[in-house]
């Protein structure tokens, strides 16, 4: 909130901190009843998708990272804009709509399979049109969960996402390992297209949330006044950044896991979706304690210690070189998500409650237009660091860059104070 704003715009700020205790108390559930289903499938594909790259179609190191970078670039191309038409639309219907886009979009490929007509381009265009629905989807998400839940509640219920987010990262692709071993990679595929129509039942009974109405700004002006509030933020700016480079090293580690842990170290696809599934393990226990860390330690020193331990552990995982030291690789996998997930959760709850009410749509997507703009980017770096100097050496320097996004916060302003919010 910055002092220049008018009376009005106080007005609409403390309507907008109330208005979710208003809400009926079934929506959040049903709200996080849907999000859960689709995140499971969603975790099911990150296993899927990969393997059918890399046993069906036989994909090299380069076009196994393309396939990672197409399922994320569209947070770089559309996450600004998002945040515009997440205010301008009804949210329930694009929701509902995003959804069936990702269930057309994966259940085309094992339609394709079935018919012998799969193909790696079939499966790029399958990872965009899903990557470009997540992108919209996840926006309108970030900025409904505040109208339908009290202000002091809100870290409280970004806890209960995370960690249910957490869950299904944990038993999505252990389940996803199981269906790939019985029904080969493509058969898994149809669980997430399942999955996201089962999740658009469940949005059309949420209550529609009702647009902003018009100003008559354009909308390009509307995405500068949300990036201008958030470089110019003390707190807001130094914490995009350390997300900006946390995302990058994590796009870089998925996009070589399965690469590294299937070709290099030779896991099938059960033992490699239970190494994956640490990944969930992490964040659930990065979800279960970010409230109690950052309480003791203050937002700011809680992100900065638990991100520097996460960086950390990330150090144990090339260390795995086979089946039977793979646990090296999942002590890492678990470690660097419980400090992402600390900070995300911190972070995220801070913008949430700071940012001005007709601003937090364009607060949120510009800083996921900044930070996950890095996700594509940390792909491609990672296939073509893999395709030059190795596999294993790919993913010793990822992991040695993990500590560096810490080390950053620990300098910037940040670092200079205990708690985000002063």
Not at 27 to 49: D, E, P, Q
Not at 92 to 108: C, I
Request: charged fraction near 10%; include cysteine; hydrophobic fraction near 55%.
């Amino acid at each position: 909130m910055t002092e220049a704003q008018t009376v009005p715009d106080l007005k609409e700020h403390e309507r907008s901190r109330t208005e979710g205790a208003d809400a009926p108390p079934g929506v959040f559930w049903r709200y996080w009843t849907a999000a859960t289903v689709s995140n499971a499938g969603t975790a099911v594909t990150a296993l899927a998708l990969p393997l059918v790259a890399l046993t069906v179609l036989d994909a090299t190191a380069l076009e196994a990272a393309l396939l990672a970078a197409a399922g994320q670039i569209s947070w770089l191309l559309l996450s600004l804009p998002a945040g515009v038409i997440a205010q301008r639309v009804p949210l329930r219907r694009l929701q509902v709509a995003l959804d069936l886009a990702r269930f057309a979009a994966l259940g085309s490929l094992p339609l394709a399979w079935w018919l012998g007509a799969l193909t790696y381009p079939h499966l790029l265009v399958a990872a965009l049109v899903t990557g470009a629905a997540t992108v919209l989807f996840d926006i309108g998400n970030s900025t409904f969960l505040p109208a339908v839940v009290p202000a002091e509640q809100l870290a409280a219920r970004n806890s209960v996402m995370s960690g249910t987010h957490a869950v299904t990262e944990t038993g999505g692709p252990s389940l996803g390992g199981v269906l790939v071993s019985a029904t080969g990679p493509v058969g898994a595929l149809v669980v997430d297209a399942a999955s996201y129509l089962l999740s658009a039942v469940l949005l059309r009974t949420l209550p529609e949330r009702r647009p902003a109405p018009p100003t008559g700004e354009s909308a390009l002006r509307l995405m500068r006044e949300g990036l201008r509030y958030v470089i110019r933020h003390p707190v807001m700016r130094p914490c995009m950044l350390w997300a900006t480079a946390a995302n990058f090293l994590n796009a870089a580690l998925v996009a070589l896991t399965p690469l590294y842990l299937v070709r290099e170290a030779g896991l099938n696809s059960v033992q490699l979706g239970l190494v994956l599934a640490m990944d969930g393990v992490g964040a659930l226990a990065g979800s279960a304690v970010a409230v109690r860390v950052t309480r003791r330690l203050g937002t700011a020193w809680g992100i900065i210690a638990a991100d520097l331990a996460g960086g950390a552990l990330l150090l144990l995982a090339p260390l795995t070189t086979s089946a039977g030291d793979a646990y090296w690789f999942a002590l890492g996998n678990a470690g660097f998500a419980f400090g992402s997930v600390v900070g995300s959760i911190t972070t995220r709850t801070y913008r949430q409650t700071q940012s001005p009410p007709e601003l937090l749509s364009r607060v949120m997507a510009t800083v996921r237009f900044v930070s996950w703009g890095a996700l594509p980017l940390g792909a491609l770096s990672a296939g073509l660091l893999a395709t030059y100097a190795g596999t294993h050496a790919a993913l010793w320097t990822v992991c040695a860059a993990a500590l560096l996004p810490a080390l950053y916060l620990l300098g910037s302003p940040v670092g200079r104070r205990r708690d985000l919010a002063v």
